[in-house]
T-cell receptor
Framework: GAGVSQSPRYKVAKRGQDVALRCDPI?????LFWYQQALGQGPEFLTY????????KSGLPSDRFFAERPEGSVSTLKIQRTQQEDSAVYLC?????????FGPGTRLTVT | KQEVTQIPAALSVPEGENLVLNCSFT??????LQWFRQDPGKGLTSLLL?????REQTSGRLNASLDKSSGRSTLYIAASQPGDSATYLC???????????FGKGTMLLVSP
């Protein structure tokens, strides 16, 4: 079956631009997670949804970061007024319960 | 706050060697522990998941153990192959939480 998909796979943004990153989870998975992975580091938690409810957004680094999952399926991570320190790989994962399944990530480069 | 440490940060071995990757975590109150593989430019592939009540899990040439009381897990790779070259990440799910806390990974290179 289809896994977690993310789009775009690569995004280059000029500093100050807004970007939107999309995640399509595995069908039927209730939980959805966003992580940020800087170069040479492990992924760090950003936010978590159960169905359409955002249960934890404690990892979002600033109020420029916003995530939504309006119908409990597809999710979008939006970053406003991008800064150079936002350059990273953004990983999405979905889960039916115990185990998380990750997408290929979106590599964001802010110039 | 849960912290996860992986040792070594990088490892280079010749093909055929058995090897051990180490993971330690500071808070033993975990729900489960997962080992992932990450290839360059790719996402994470789950290798093994160990529930807090389990001591080990095996899949093919991979064996992961968990000692919750001492805050340690090891990933054993038998008869390593060049195709095993990747970064291996350890992640714990704390009790009461759904999110994962990751280590920085061990970058493995297996040479022919």
């Amino acid at each position: 079956g289809a896994g977690v998909s993310q789009s775009p796979r690569y995004k280059v943004a000029k500093r100050g631009q807004d970007v939107a990153l999309r995640c399509d989870p595995i069908s039927g998975h209730v939980s959805l997670f966003w992580y940020q992975q800087a170069l040479g580091q492990g992924p760090e938690f950003l936010t978590y949804f159960q169905n359409e409810a955002q249960l934890d957004k404690s990892g979002l680094p600033s109020d420029r970061f916003f995530a939504e999952r309006p119908e409990g399926s597809v999710s979008t991570l939006k970053i406003q007024r991008t800064q150079q320190e936002d350059s990273a790989v953004y990983l999405c994962a979905s889960s039916p319960g115990y185990e998380q399944y990750f997408g290929p990530g979106t590599r964001l480069t802010v110039t | 706050k849960q912290e996860v440490t992986q040792i070594p940060a990088a490892l280079s071995v010749p093909e055929g060697e058995n090897l051990v990757l180490n993971c330690s975590f500071t808070d033993s109150a975990i729900y489960n522990l997962q080992w992932f593989r990450q290839d360059p430019g790719k996402g994470l592939t789950s290798l093994l998941l160990i529930q807090s009540s389990q001591r080990e899990q095996t899949s093919g040439r991979l064996n992961a153990s968990l000692d919750k009381s001492s805050g340690r897990s090891t990933l054993y790779i038998a008869a390593s192959q060049p195709g095993d070259s990747a970064t291996y990440l350890c992640a714990v799910r704390p009790q009461g939480y759904s999110t994962l806390t990751f280590g920085k990974g061990t970058m493995l290179l297996v040479s022919p």
